[in-house]
Structures are given as structure tokens and as C-alpha cells.
């Protein structure tokens, strides 16, 4: 019983377990808002969708057309010259710039950038 009480009195003592106590509960604080920065670093489509003007979606959906009139005929080439089946060459055509919607940034966030760096 003493063994117990001793063990329990140098763990409520021990100054690196009080520590993580302390950076534990400090570290949940800020999970919620830790979570949504990372999201919206990894993300940038969470930042600015909601702002996305409808009246650049002729230019987007133009734009989109013009780069898949390109890969395609690129991607099967591709596939070609590494000798693996075309399915494989379309797939890596039109991948990239689906995970580029979700991970790139946008024209508004761009042009913005610009501006600021002509400014200064």
C-alpha cells in the first residue's frame, strides 16, 4: 500500500507529466481552430468558392475546354510512348487539373497578389 501511494505522489509530482497535462489541454484549445487553418492552407477552394463570381464561369468553362482539347490528345501520346494502355494516359490527363481545382488557387486570389506586388 505504501509502494502505492508513493507511486501515485511521484506521478502527481513529476513536472514533465504536469507539463503534458498542461500542453495537452492547451494544444484541444486550439484544435477547432487549428483544424480550419489547415483546411484552409491545404484547401484554398474552402476560401474562395463562396466568393466565385457566376459571371466568370464562360471564361472557366472556355478555359477548362482549351486545356482538355490539349491533354487529351497529350495524355494518349504519352501513353503511347510508355507503351501502357491510353485508359492510363487519359487518367493522367484529366487528374491533375481535378486535384488543381481543389488544392491550386484562384484567379482572384492571383490577380490580387499581383496587384499588391505592383504596388510595392
Request: hydrophobic fraction near 45%; aromatic fraction near 10%.
Amino acid at each position: 500500500m505504501n509502494k502505492i501511494r508513493q507511486a501515485r505522489d511521484a506521478l502527481s509530482t513529476d513536472h514533465t507529466l504536469l507539463r503534458v497535462r498542461r500542453d495537452g489541454a492547451r494544444a484541444a484549445r486550439a484544435l477547432p481552430s487549428s483544424s480550419v487553418n489547415y483546411i484552409v492552407d491545404k484547401a484554398p477552394v474552402v476560401q474562395w468558392l463562396p466568393k466565385y463570381n457566376p459571371r466568370w464561369i464562360l471564361n472557366d468553362a472556355l478555359a477548362g475546354l482549351t486545356v482538355g482539347a490539349l491533354l487529351i490528345p497529350q495524355g494518349l501520346a504519352y501513353a503511347k510512348i510508355a507503351t501502357i494502355p491510353g485508359e492510363f494516359g487519359l487518367m493522367s490527363s484529366w487528374l491533375p487539373a481535378f486535384i488543381y481545382f481543389f488544392m491550386g488557387t484562384s484567379k482572384g486570389r492571383s490577380s490580387t497578389h499581383l496587384w499588391s506586388c505592383e504596388q510595392n
